[in-house]
């Protein structure tokens, strides 16, 4: 039996053999999510690019994330989540849309919304948003992040064989 290597790698084989394209919609990431990708040789077939909106106004104007759910839900939701996918999809032309929003740390967390709250989305042939809390500093928080959209990216590639 093969073993997988690197999530992101696994994601690009996977990617180039169903001849799909990623855009990705990063908030609290900063960017970790495509750089971990863009490591990957050849990265550049599926990769169309990536768009770090950290403020509400970038998540509007740049991703169509709409004023009244980031009024509504916040900036970190499931809500402004699948937004923020389905706007990387679309401004970048791409088959799937991946983003990430969240609460990195140490500040910033309230008793609804701690720190470590992560919203994790992907809107391709069918839509997906995960939710999870870490416990580690800003450093490990966008690491476990960077990390928990690769393996959902990886499972619905694995899941959706024909797109």
Do not use: Q
């Amino acid at each position: 039996m093969m073993m997988d290597g690197k999530p992101e790698e696994t994601v690009g084989r996977l990617l180039t053999e169903r001849n799909l394209t990623l855009a990705l919609g990063e908030s609290c990431t900063g960017g970790l999510v495509g750089h971990r990708l863009t490591n990957v040789p050849g990265s550049s077939s599926y990769v169309l690019g990536g768009i770090v909106a950290y403020s509400n106004e970038a998540k509007e104007r740049l991703l169509g994330v709409r004023r009244e759910t980031l009024e509504e839900h916040g900036a970190v939701s499931g809500e402004t989540a699948i937004e923020m996918a389905r706007g990387a999809r679309a401004a970048l032309g791409a088959d799937i849309g991946l983003s990430v929003t969240g609460i990195a740390g140490p500040g910033g967390g309230t008793p609804d919304k701690p720190v470590g709250l992560v919203y994790i989305a992907l809107a391709g042939s069918v839509e997906r948003v995960e939710r999870f809390v870490w416990n580690g500093d800003r450093e490990e928080n966008k690491a476990l992040s960077a990390e928990a959209a690769l393996s959902m990216l990886k499972e619905y590639l694995h899941d959706h064989r024909r797109e």
